[in-house]
């Protein structure tokens, strides 16, 4: 079977996650939610497997990718 990344978009991170949209991104502003990434000029998402890290332990969770 194959491990490939998925790519999720906002309204299937709003359901899973049940946040609402400022919130993701305040969040993200925090480092404290996954950060999108950029899949077409005008189009984001985030990678499955690190919504799922956040859904698993959303307390400790911290973005790898922000400096504070």
């Known amino acids: 079977m194959s491990n490939l990344e ?5 309204k299937t991170v709003l359901a899973r996650t049940g946040l609402s949209r400022s919130t ?4 993200i502003a925090e480092g ?3 950060h ?7 189009g984001t998402g985030w990678r ?3 919504v799922n890290r956040w ?8 973005d790898e990718g922000v400096t504070r």
């Open 6 to 10: 998925r790519i999720i978009r906002l």
């Open 55 to 62: 859904i698993d332990d959303p307390v400790a969770f911290r």
């Open 48 to 50: 499955e497997s690190a």
């Open 24 to 27: 993701v991104y305040r969040k």
């Open 36 to 42: 999108q990434v950029k899949i077409s000029v005008h």
């Open 32 to 34: 404290t939610f996954p």
